[in-house]
C-alpha cells in the first residue's frame, strides 16, 4: 500500500521559473492538503481540498495554485519561484474530517 | 502569533528511561491534540491523540496529558528505546471541520541514547 506519493523528492529552481509538485493517494481520501516547513518552523498549510473540485486556501497560499480533477491527485503549482519558496513541501490525506494525516515523504525545494 | 509553542527544540534521553516533550498552547478554543513523529527524510506520522474532555490518553508506551487550565500537553515516552529518536511536532485543533484547522507547533528533536 503506497500511501500518499510526492515527487519530485528534490529540486532546484531559478528565480522565476514554474514547476508542479505531484502528489497522489491511494487510500481513497477525500480531504487532501499541501503544507510546507520551513526551518525551525511548525507545518504551514498552503492549500487544502475536500474533495475532487474543491479547493481552498490555507494560511500561505500566496505564490501557490492547486487543482483537484481526481480524488487521487492534488497538485501544486509554483508560478514564479521566489526564494521566499525554498522550503520542505509535504503532501498529506486524511479520511472524512479526521484529523489523522497520512503525510507523503516530502519535496524539499531550493530556489537560488 | 505562536498558537502552539515547543519551547525546547531538543532533548536528549538515555535509553530505559523516560522522555518527557511538552507543548504549550494559547488559544482557549483548540479542543483536540495530537502528536506526529517525523524520521528525517520522511513525512509526519500520527502518534497519539488526546480530545479536550479527557486529561490523559495511552497507547502503548506513548501516554498524552492534557492540562487545560495550565493550556500544557505532554507527551511521556516509557521507556524510551532508540527508534524514538525523531522530531515530535504537537498540533491542535479548534472545532469540528477538517484538517484546515491544526495548527502546528515548531517540534522537539529527541535524542535517545544507548
Known amino acids: 500500500n503506497a500511501g500518499v506519493t510526492q515527487t519530485p523528492k528534490f529540486r532546484i529552481l531559478k528565480i522565476g521559473q514554474s514547476m508542479t509538485l505531484q502528489c497522489t493517494q491511494d487510500?481513497?481520501?477525500?480531504?487532501m492538503y499541501w503544507y510546507r516547513q520551513d526551518p525551525g518552523m511548525g507545518l504551514k498549510l498552503i492549500y487544502y481540498s475536500v474533495g475532487a473540485g474543491i479547493t481552498d486556501k490555507g494560511e500561505v497560499p500566496n505564490g501557490y495554485n492547486v487543482s483537484r480533477s481526481t480524488t487521487e491527485d492534488f497538485p501544486l503549482r509554483l508560478e514564479l519561484a521566489a526564494p521566499s519558496q525554498t522550503s520542505v513541501y509535504f503532501c498529506a490525506s486524511s479520511a472524512g474530517t479526521g484529523l489523522r494525516l497520512f503525510f507523503g515523504s516530502g519535496t524539499q525545494l531550493s530556489v537560488l | 502569533d505562536q498558537q502552539v509553542k515547543q519551547n525546547s527544540p531538543s532533548l536528549s534521553v538515555q535509553e530505559g528511561r523516560i522522555s518527557i516533550l511538552n507543548c504549550d498552547y494559547t488559544?482557549?478554543?483548540?479542543?483536540?491534540f495530537l502528536w506526529y513523529k517525523k524520521y528525517p527524510a520522511e513525512g509526519p506520522t500520527f502518534l497519539i491523540s488526546?480530545?479536550?474532555?479527557?486529561d490523559k490518553n495511552e497507547d502503548g508506551r506513548f501516554t498524552v496529558f492534557l492540562n487545560k487550565s495550565a493550556k500544557h500537553l505532554s507527551l511521556h515516552i516509557v521507556p524510551s528505546q532508540p527508534g524514538d529518536s525523531a522530531v515530535y511536532f504537537c498540533?491542535?485543533?479548534?472545532?469540528?471541520?477538517?484538517?484546515?484547522?491544526?495548527?502546528f507547533g515548531t517540534g522537539t528533536r529527541l535524542q535517545v541514547t544507548l
Open positions: 498540533a491542535a485543533s479548534s472545532g469540528t471541520g477538517t484538517a484546515s484547522k491544526l495548527t
Open positions: 488559544n482557549s478554543m483548540f479542543d483536540y
Open positions: 488526546i480530545s479536550s474532555i479527557k
Open positions: 487510500m481513497n481520501h477525500n480531504y
